[in-house]
C-alpha cells in the first residue's frame, strides 16, 4: 500500500542509525517483523505473540508482531511474496493457507514462492458431533445413520473440509446437507443445540474435551488427536488423505540461506521455550513440534498433490458444482 | 450461571489502576466531545476506533463505552450553558437547563443535570447486567432460524422506528445488505463485488465506512450549517453563593429521576428509537405528572432530571440486545460491534459462554465508568464550562483531519482515503435527504450474520418453510415482522392524512 | 411523509434517483459481480439483489407518493437550488478532494498543518496564533503517532 509513501521521511530520520551496516552474517542486524495472517486475539494471532517474545531473545533484536488478516491468511501471505526484505519480514501461518487456498481460489502467490523455515506446531482440527445422537460417537455408525437418513446436515467451515467431506459422501454414498458456518463461534451453537448433526472443527473441541459435550468422530491430524485418543484418524476409517494442519514460519522464496538458516536456529529454540510450549499446549491445546524445513517443505508438497488428485477425482472445485 | 467468585475476579480486574486509567480516558474524551457543540457521539467513536487498535480488546471496549457514556453527560453543560445541545438527545434538556442558568443558577443546572446523568446511567448499567445473563442463556438455545428471525425483525423494527419515514428507512437498509454481502460468499467462496481488490475479500472495511458515513460526512453538512447559525451568549459560571445545590432540592428531583430512568431504559432496549426519544419522552411525561405544568420550560429543576436521566439510561440499556442476541440498537452499539469485530470477538450470547471473564470486567467497567463519571463531572463543572467556548471554526477543521489520519495510521492509504471520502458524500446525502442512517449501518452490521442464518435455515430446513410450525419463536418472529409492516404503514398513511387536516385548515 | 411542499419534493428526487441507483444495480453491477456458482442454499447474490429489490420497491413508492401530493397541491416538481447554494455545499467535498490529491505526491504529516490552517483561516479566524497552535498541535500528534507506530513495527 501507499503508506510506505507517507513514512519514507520518517524512515529516513528514524531509521539511518545501525542501517547501513546490515550483512549477511550479522543478521539480524535490525528489528524484525512477524505478520500474521489472522485478526488479533485469534488462536494463531495468540501464539505468534507470544513466538515474537521468545524470538526477540534468540535473535537479539525486537520482533514486531503485525496483523493482515484477509482471505484466510492469503492477503498476508500475498504481500509477503512481494517483500524483498531478507528476512527481516517473515510470516507465521497455517499450512492450509498454502497448500489448499491456491487451488480453491485464485490466489496471487503459489505454494513455490516461500522457504518454510520450520513447522512448529500441529494442529488438531477434527470431525465432531454433539451429545446424545441418535448415532452416539462413533465414525461407523454415523456412516450407518448417514446412509439411512439422506439429509444429515454436516457444518463446513473451510473449503477443505468441505472437500473432504464431499469426497466422503461421495465414497461412502451419502447424501447430506452441507451447511456453512464460520469460525468455531458459529459451529458450536449449531452442534450443541442439535441442529447439526456433525461438523468440522478447528480446534474449538478441544476445549470441550473435559464436559464431553462434543465428541470427536475424525482426527483430521496426521496422528490420532492429544484430547481424543480413541477417535480414528482419516487413514485409519479408510480414507487416503492427510489433511494435517502445520502451523509454519516462512520466508520469501528470495531470502538468503544464512538468514533462513539462523531463524530456524531460534525457531527450534523457541519450540523448547517454556512460554511458548504453556501458551501452545494448554490455551489452544495443541501440540507443540519442531519440523526442520526440508521436512515441513516435502510434506506440503505431498499435501497438495493429494488435494489436486482429489479435486480431480471430484470433478474441479467442490463448490463450482454439487 | 455464573458463580460469585468470577464475578468476584472480574471486578478485580476492572479496579486494576490500568483499567481504571482507561475508563477514565475514555469518559474525559467523551465528556468532553459531548461539551463541544458540534462534536457527536457516533463521530468520536468512529475517531476514536483506529486508536484503540493498540489496546487490548478489553481495554478497547471498555474506552469505548466510557466514551459513549460521557458524551451523554457531557453534553448536558453546553445545553445548560449554551442553550445548544451537545448531543441532539440533550436537546431537551435546554428546555429548562437555559433558562434556569439565565436566571442566574447555571451551576445548580449543571449539578442536577450531573446527579441525574450518573444516576440514570448507573442504574441502568445494573439493569442491563441483571437482565442481560438469563436473557443470553435463553438466546443460546436459538437456532439458525430463530436467530434469521429475529433479526429481519429487528431491522425492520429500526427502519420504522429510527428515522421520519418507513419508506426510506428501508431503502437505507437495504443498501445496508447490499454492502454488508460484499466479500467471500460463505458457502461457495464466491468473490462479490470485490473487483479484484484483496482488501475487499473479507468484505468492505468497516472503518473507512464508518469513518466516511458518520464522521467526514457529518463535518460536511455542519461546515453547511456554520454559516447559518454563528455565535451564541453562553452563561458564564459566577461565583454566586446562592448558585448551589443543595441535598434537600436534589431530594425532590429524586421521584423523576427514577421514573425517567425506567422510562430511558425501556426505550434503550428497543432497537432503534435512540436516546432523543428517550429525553423528549420522559420530558413529556414528566411535565404531563407535575403538580406545575406551567413552570416546566422555566427552568424547572424536574425537567433537567427528567431529560438527563433518560438520555444516559438509554445507552446501557441499548446494550441489552447487544449482548444477550447480537444484534445492535443504535450507532454506537453498532460501532461497538465492529470494535469487537478488530480484536476478533464475536458479540452477542457466546460471549458468555466464550468469554465470560471478559463480559464481566466489562459490567465491572460499566459501573466504574459511572462513578468516574460523577468524578469528572463534578470536579470538573468549571473546566468543562469553559471548553463550551471552543469555536465550531476550529474543532470541524481539527475533526476533519484527524478523520484522514486516522485513515492513513491504519495503513489504507490514498486508496483508502479516496474510500472514505466516498463514503463521506453517501453519507452526506444520507443525511440531507433523511434516510435513516441508524438503519443502514445496522443492516451493514448484521448482513453477515443474517446470510448464515438464513442460508444455514434454507439448507437444513431443505427449502421447507413448513419447517417454521416446528419453530414457534421463529414463527412468532415472521408473523410480528408481516404485522409491523402492514402497521407502519397503516400508522404513516394516518399521520399523513392528520399532518394534512391541520395544515389545510 | 408528509404534506410541505419542500419536504415532498426531496422525498421525490431523492426516491427517484434511489430508484435509478436500485434498478442499476439490479440490471448491471449485481448479475456482473455479484458473484457466480451454484448453491444448495442460497445463491451468493440472491440477499444483494433481495437489498436493491427492498431498495427498488421502497424508493419507488416514496417517490410516486411524493408526485401525487405534489400533484395534489398544484405546487411546482421542481425548483432549483440557487447557485450559492450549491457551492456552498459543494466546497468543503472539494477542500477534502484537493488535499486527497495531494496526498499521493506528498506524506501527511507535511500537508497536514495546510488541511487544518487554511480551512481554519477560510472559516473567518483571523488571530494568528490560534490558527498557528490548531494547525501545530494535530499535526505534532499525528507526526508522534506514526514515530511510535513505526517504532513498534506496525507500520
Request: with cysteine; hydrophobic share 50%; net charge negative.
Given at each position: 500500500m501507499k503508506n510506505t509513501r507517507l513514512h519514507t521521511a520518517l524512515l529516513a530520520a528514524a531509521l539511518t542509525v545501525g542501517v547501513g551496516t546490515a550483512q549477511a552474517d550479522d543478521?539480524?542486524?535490525?528489528?524484525?517483523?512477524?505478520?500474521?495472517?489472522?485478526?488479533?486475539?485469534?488462536?494463531?494471532?495468540?501464539?505468534?505473540?507470544?513466538?515474537?517474545?521468545?524470538?526477540?531473545?534468540?535473535?537479539?533484536?525486537?520482533?514486531?508482531?503485525?496483523?493482515?488478516?484477509?482471505?484466510?491468511?492469503?492477503?498476508?501471505?500475498?504481500?509477503?511474496?512481494?517483500?524483498?526484505?531478507?528476512?527481516?519480514?517473515?510470516?507465521?501461518?497455517?499450512?492450509?493457507?498454502?497448500?489448499?487456498?491456491?487451488?480453491?481460489?485464485?490466489?496471487?502467490?503459489?505454494?513455490?514462492?516461500?522457504?518454510?523455515?520450520?513447522?512448529?506446531?500441529?494442529?488438531?482440527?477434527?470431525?465432531?458431533?454433539?451429545?446424545?445422537?441418535?448415532?452416539?460417537?462413533?465414525?461407523?455408525?454415523?456412516?450407518?445413520?448417514?446412509?439411512?437418513?439422506?439429509?444429515?446436515?454436516?457444518?463446513?467451515?473451510?473449503?477443505?473440509?468441505?472437500?473432504?467431506?464431499?469426497?466422503?459422501s461421495q465414497q461412502e454414498e451419502?447424501?447430506?446437507?452441507?451447511?456453512?458456518?464460520?469460525?468455531?463461534?458459529?459451529?458450536?451453537?449449531?452442534?450443541?443445540?442439535?441442529?447439526?448433526?456433525?461438523?468440522?472443527?478447528?480446534?474449538?473441541?478441544?476445549?470441550?474435551?473435559?464436559?464431553?459435550?462434543?465428541?470427536?468422530?475424525?482426527?483430521?491430524?496426521?496422528?490420532?488427536?492429544?484430547?481424543?485418543?480413541?477417535?480414528?484418524?482419516?487413514?485409519?476409517?479408510?480414507?487416503?488423505?492427510?489433511?494435517?494442519?502445520?502451523?509454519?514460519?516462512?520466508?520469501?522464496?528470495?531470502?538468503?540461506?544464512?538468514?533462513?538458516?539462523?531463524?530456524?536456529?531460534?525457531?527450534?529454540?523457541?519450540?523448547?521455550?517454556?512460554?511458548?510450549?504453556?501458551?501452545?499446549?494448554?490455551?489452544?491445546?495443541?501440540?507443540?513440534?519442531?519440523?526442520?524445513?526440508?521436512?515441513?517443505?516435502?510434506?506440503?508438497?505431498?499435501?497438495?498433490?493429494?488435494y489436486k488428485a482429489l479435486l480431480e477425482e471430484l470433478g474441479g472445485v467442490p463448490d463450482a458444482d454439487e | 450461571m455464573p458463580e460469585l467468585s468470577a464475578i468476584t475476579s472480574a471486578f478485580g480486574d476492572a479496579l486494576t489502576l490500568h483499567s481504571i486509567g482507561i475508563i477514565f480516558g475514555g469518559v474525559l474524551l467523551g465528556y468532553l466531545v459531548g461539551v463541544i457543540p458540534g462534536l457527536n457521539r457516533s463521530v468520536a467513536i468512529a475517531i476514536a476506533i483506529p486508536l484503540t487498535f493498540y489496546m487490548s480488546a478489553y481495554a478497547a471496549i471498555a474506552f469505548l463505552i466510557g466514551l459513549s457514556k460521557g458524551t451523554a453527560a457531557g453534553s448536558a453543560v453546553s445545553a445548560i450553558l449554551l442553550n445548544t445541545p451537545g448531543e441532539p438527545s440533550s436537546a431537551a434538556t435546554c428546555l429548562d437547563g437555559y433558562p434556569m442558568a439565565k436566571s442566574g443558577q447555571p451551576r445548580k443546572a449543571l449539578k442536577i443535570g450531573l446527579l441525574a446523568s450518573v444516576i440514570g446511567d448507573l442504574l441502568s448499567t445494573l439493569l442491563l447486567i441483571v437482565v442481560v445473563i438469563p436473557f443470553a442463556s435463553i438466546a443460546?438455545?436459538?437456532?439458525?432460524?430463530?436467530?434469521?428471525?429475529?433479526?429481519?425483525?429487528?431491522?425492520?423494527?429500526?427502519?420504522?422506528?429510527?428515522?421520519?419515514?418507513?419508506?426510506?428507512?428501508?431503502?437505507?437498509?437495504?443498501?445496508?445488505?447490499?454492502?454488508?454481502?460484499?466479500?467471500?460468499?460463505?458457502?461457495?467462496?464466491?468473490?462479490?463485488?470485490?473487483?479484484?481488490?484483496?482488501?475487499?475479500?473479507?468484505?468492505?472495511?468497516?472503518?473507512?465506512?464508518?469513518?466516511?458515513?458518520?464522521?467526514l460526512s457529518e463535518m460536511f453538512v455542519q461546515l453547511d450549517e456554520y454559516r447559518r447559525t454563528k455565535g451564541g451568549n453562553s452563561v458564564r459560571l459566577g461565583n454566586n453563593p446562592d448558585d448551589d445545590l443543595s441535598f434537600s432540592e436534589f431530594k425532590k428531583t429524586l421521584p423523576t429521576i427514577f421514573k425517567s430512568t425506567g422510562v430511558g431504559a425501556f426505550v434503550g432496549a428497543l432497537p432503534g428509537l435512540g436516546p432523543s426519544v428517550g429525553s423528549f419522552m420522559s420530558y413529556g411525561l414528566a411535565k404531563r405528572g407535575a403538580k406545575d405544568p406551567d413552570s416546566f420550560g422555566k427552568g424547572n429543576p424536574n425537567g433537567i432530571a427528567a431529560a438527563e436521566a433518560a438520555d444516559n439510561a438509554v445507552i446501557p440499556a441499548s446494550y441489552i440486545p447487544l449482548f444477550g442476541l447480537g444484534i445492535p440498537g443504535s450507532v454506537s452499539a453498532a460501532l461497538l460491534v465492529g470494535a469487537f469485530m478488530i480484536h476478533g470477538i464475536q458479540v452477542g450470547p457466546l460471549m458468555l459462554r466464550d468469554h465470560p471473564q471478559m463480559l464481566f470486567t466489562l459490567f465491572a467497567g460499566m459501573v466504574i465508568a459511572s462513578l468516574v463519571m460523577l468524578a469528572i463531572g463534578w470536579y470538573g463543572l468549571r473546566l468543562f464550562a469553559k471548553v463550551t467556548d471552543v469555536p465550531q471554526h476550529i474543532v470541524i477543521p481539527v475533526v476533519i483531519f484527524l478523520c484522514l489520519a486516522g485513515i492513513q495510521v491504519q495503513g489504507y492509504g490514498t486508496f483508502g482515503l479516496l474510500v472514505v471520502f466516498g463514503f463521506a458524500i453517501f453519507g452526506y446525502f444520507l443525511k440531507k435527504f433523511d434516510y435513516s442512517f441508524v438503519t443502514f449501518l445496522v443492516a451493514f452490521i448484521v448482513t453477515p450474520m443474517l446470510e448464515m442464518n438464513l442460508r444455514q435455515s434454507v439448507i437444513l430446513s431443505g427449502g421447507d418453510i413448513g419447517i417454521l410450525l416446528q419453530r414457534p419463536i421463529a414463527l412468532f418472529f415472521v408473523i410480528a415482522t408481516g404485522l409491523m409492516v402492514l402497521h407502519l404503514m397503516w400508522s404513516s398513511y394516518r399521520l399523513y392524512r392528520q399532518r394534512r387536516r391541520l395544515l389545510s385548515s | 411523509m408528509t404534506p410541505e411542499p419542500h419536504l415532498q419534493r426531496k422525498n421525490l428526487w431523492s426516491g427517484l434517483g434511489v430508484t435509478l441507483f436500485a434498478s442499476w444495480l439490479l440490471v448491471w453491477l449485481i448479475p456482473r459481480y455479484g458473484g457466480s456458482g451454484i448453491s444448495f442454499g442460497m445463491h451468493p447474490q440472491r440477499l444483494a439483489t433481495l437489498g436493491a429489490w427492498v431498495m427498488f420497491l421502497c424508493a419507488a413508492a416514496l417517490a410516486i407518493i411524493s408526485l401525487i401530493q405534489l400533484k395534489k397541491q398544484r405546487v411546482p416538481l421542481i425548483k432549483a437550488p440557487s447557485l450559492t447554494v450549491v457551492w456552498h455545499q459543494a466546497w468543503p467535498f472539494l477542500y477534502v478532494l484537493f488535499f486527497i490529491s495531494l496526498v499521493i505526491f506528498l506524506p501527511l504529516t507535511w500537508l497536514a498543518p495546510f488541511i487544518v490552517g487554511t480551512l481554519v483561516v477560510m472559516l473567518g479566524e483571523r488571530r494568528w496564533y490560534i490558527v498557528l497552535l490548531t494547525a501545530a498541535i494535530p499535526t505534532a500528534a499525528l507526526y508522534l503517532l506514526t514515530v511510535h507506530l513505526m517504532r513498534i513495527g506496525v507500520v
Amino acid at each position: 500500500m501507499k503508506n510506505t509513501r507517507l513514512h519514507t521521511a520518517l524512515l529516513a530520520a528514524a531509521l539511518t542509525v545501525g542501517v547501513g551496516t546490515a550483512q549477511a552474517d550479522d543478521f539480524p542486524s535490525k528489528p524484525l517483523t512477524l505478520v500474521v495472517g489472522f485478526g488479533a486475539g485469534g488462536s494463531t494471532d495468540i501464539q505468534a505473540r507470544v513466538l515474537a517474545n521468545v524470538l526477540e531473545e534468540e535473535l537479539g533484536q525486537p520482533v514486531n508482531v503485525v496483523n493482515q488478516p484477509g482471505a484466510g491468511g492469503g492477503v498476508a501471505l500475498t504481500r509477503l511474496t512481494n517483500s524483498q526484505d531478507e528476512g527481516y519480514t517473515f510470516a507465521f501461518g497455517t499450512s492450509m493457507t498454502i497448500t489448499y487456498g491456491p487451488l480453491a481460489t485464485e490466489t496471487a502467490y503459489q505454494p513455490d514462492d516461500f522457504r518454510y523455515v520450520a513447522g512448529v506446531t500441529l494442529g488438531q482440527s477434527a470431525i465432531v458431533t454433539g451429545e446424545g445422537r441418535p448415532f452416539g460417537d462413533s465414525w461407523e455408525s454415523l456412516i450407518e445413520y448417514a446412509r439411512e437418513n439422506p439429509g444429515t446436515s454436516y457444518a463446513t467451515q473451510t473449503a477443505l473440509d468441505r472437500m473432504i467431506i464431499e469426497y466422503i459422501s461421495q465414497q461412502e454414498e451419502l447424501d447430506l446437507r452441507i451447511v456453512p458456518t464460520s469460525g468455531g463461534a458459529g459451529m458450536a451453537p449449531l452442534i450443541l443445540s442439535g441442529d447439526v448433526d456433525f461438523a468440522y472443527s478447528g480446534g474449538t473441541h478441544s476445549g470441550y474435551a473435559e464436559s464431553g459435550e462434543m465428541p470427536v468422530l475424525l482426527s483430521l491430524a496426521e496422528d490420532r488427536l492429544v484430547a481424543f485418543p480413541e477417535a480414528p484418524t482419516l487413514r485409519e476409517a479408510g480414507y487416503d488423505i492427510n489433511p494435517a494442519e502445520i502451523r509454519v514460519v516462512m520466508v520469501p522464496q528470495n531470502t538468503p540461506d544464512s538468514h533462513v538458516e539462523r531463524l530456524a536456529v531460534a525457531l527450534e529454540a523457541a519450540t523448547q521455550d517454556e512460554r511458548f510450549i504453556e501458551i501452545t499446549e494448554e490455551r489452544i491445546l495443541m501440540p507443540v513440534v519442531y519440523l526442520p524445513e526440508e521436512e515441513v517443505t516435502e510434506t506440503l508438497r505431498s499435501q497438495t498433490e493429494s488435494y489436486k488428485a482429489l479435486l480431480e477425482e471430484l470433478g474441479g472445485v467442490p463448490d463450482a458444482d454439487e | 450461571m455464573p458463580e460469585l467468585s468470577a464475578i468476584t475476579s472480574a471486578f478485580g480486574d476492572a479496579l486494576t489502576l490500568h483499567s481504571i486509567g482507561i475508563i477514565f480516558g475514555g469518559v474525559l474524551l467523551g465528556y468532553l466531545v459531548g461539551v463541544i457543540p458540534g462534536l457527536n457521539r457516533s463521530v468520536a467513536i468512529a475517531i476514536a476506533i483506529p486508536l484503540t487498535f493498540y489496546m487490548s480488546a478489553y481495554a478497547a471496549i471498555a474506552f469505548l463505552i466510557g466514551l459513549s457514556k460521557g458524551t451523554a453527560a457531557g453534553s448536558a453543560v453546553s445545553a445548560i450553558l449554551l442553550n445548544t445541545p451537545g448531543e441532539p438527545s440533550s436537546a431537551a434538556t435546554c428546555l429548562d437547563g437555559y433558562p434556569m442558568a439565565k436566571s442566574g443558577q447555571p451551576r445548580k443546572a449543571l449539578k442536577i443535570g450531573l446527579l441525574a446523568s450518573v444516576i440514570g446511567d448507573l442504574l441502568s448499567t445494573l439493569l442491563l447486567i441483571v437482565v442481560v445473563i438469563p436473557f443470553a442463556s435463553i438466546a443460546l438455545k436459538f437456532g439458525p432460524y430463530e436467530l434469521a428471525a429475529i433479526l429481519i425483525f429487528a431491522l425492520v423494527f429500526i427502519a420504522g422506528m429510527a428515522g421520519g419515514s418507513f419508506l426510506k428507512g428501508m431503502a437505507a437498509g437495504g443498501m445496508g445488505v447490499i454492502l454488508g454481502t460484499v466479500g467471500l460468499d460463505p458457502e461457495t467462496g464466491a468473490m462479490r463485488f470485490t473487483f479484484g481488490y484483496a482488501e475487499l475479500m473479507e468484505g468492505v472495511p468497516i472503518l473507512p465506512l464508518v469513518i466516511g458515513t458518520l464522521a467526514l460526512s457529518e463535518m460536511f453538512v455542519q461546515l453547511d450549517e456554520y454559516r447559518r447559525t454563528k455565535g451564541g451568549n453562553s452563561v458564564r459560571l459566577g461565583n454566586n453563593p446562592d448558585d448551589d445545590l443543595s441535598f434537600s432540592e436534589f431530594k425532590k428531583t429524586l421521584p423523576t429521576i427514577f421514573k425517567s430512568t425506567g422510562v430511558g431504559a425501556f426505550v434503550g432496549a428497543l432497537p432503534g428509537l435512540g436516546p432523543s426519544v428517550g429525553s423528549f419522552m420522559s420530558y413529556g411525561l414528566a411535565k404531563r405528572g407535575a403538580k406545575d405544568p406551567d413552570s416546566f420550560g422555566k427552568g424547572n429543576p424536574n425537567g433537567i432530571a427528567a431529560a438527563e436521566a433518560a438520555d444516559n439510561a438509554v445507552i446501557p440499556a441499548s446494550y441489552i440486545p447487544l449482548f444477550g442476541l447480537g444484534i445492535p440498537g443504535s450507532v454506537s452499539a453498532a460501532l461497538l460491534v465492529g470494535a469487537f469485530m478488530i480484536h476478533g470477538i464475536q458479540v452477542g450470547p457466546l460471549m458468555l459462554r466464550d468469554h465470560p471473564q471478559m463480559l464481566f470486567t466489562l459490567f465491572a467497567g460499566m459501573v466504574i465508568a459511572s462513578l468516574v463519571m460523577l468524578a469528572i463531572g463534578w470536579y470538573g463543572l468549571r473546566l468543562f464550562a469553559k471548553v463550551t467556548d471552543v469555536p465550531q471554526h476550529i474543532v470541524i477543521p481539527v475533526v476533519i483531519f484527524l478523520c484522514l489520519a486516522g485513515i492513513q495510521v491504519q495503513g489504507y492509504g490514498t486508496f483508502g482515503l479516496l474510500v472514505v471520502f466516498g463514503f463521506a458524500i453517501f453519507g452526506y446525502f444520507l443525511k440531507k435527504f433523511d434516510y435513516s442512517f441508524v438503519t443502514f449501518l445496522v443492516a451493514f452490521i448484521v448482513t453477515p450474520m443474517l446470510e448464515m442464518n438464513l442460508r444455514q435455515s434454507v439448507i437444513l430446513s431443505g427449502g421447507d418453510i413448513g419447517i417454521l410450525l416446528q419453530r414457534p419463536i421463529a414463527l412468532f418472529f415472521v408473523i410480528a415482522t408481516g404485522l409491523m409492516v402492514l402497521h407502519l404503514m397503516w400508522s404513516s398513511y394516518r399521520l399523513y392524512r392528520q399532518r394534512r387536516r391541520l395544515l389545510s385548515s | 411523509m408528509t404534506p410541505e411542499p419542500h419536504l415532498q419534493r426531496k422525498n421525490l428526487w431523492s426516491g427517484l434517483g434511489v430508484t435509478l441507483f436500485a434498478s442499476w444495480l439490479l440490471v448491471w453491477l449485481i448479475p456482473r459481480y455479484g458473484g457466480s456458482g451454484i448453491s444448495f442454499g442460497m445463491h451468493p447474490q440472491r440477499l444483494a439483489t433481495l437489498g436493491a429489490w427492498v431498495m427498488f420497491l421502497c424508493a419507488a413508492a416514496l417517490a410516486i407518493i411524493s408526485l401525487i401530493q405534489l400533484k395534489k397541491q398544484r405546487v411546482p416538481l421542481i425548483k432549483a437550488p440557487s447557485l450559492t447554494v450549491v457551492w456552498h455545499q459543494a466546497w468543503p467535498f472539494l477542500y477534502v478532494l484537493f488535499f486527497i490529491s495531494l496526498v499521493i505526491f506528498l506524506p501527511l504529516t507535511w500537508l497536514a498543518p495546510f488541511i487544518v490552517g487554511t480551512l481554519v483561516v477560510m472559516l473567518g479566524e483571523r488571530r494568528w496564533y490560534i490558527v498557528l497552535l490548531t494547525a501545530a498541535i494535530p499535526t505534532a500528534a499525528l507526526y508522534l503517532l506514526t514515530v511510535h507506530l513505526m517504532r513498534i513495527g506496525v507500520v
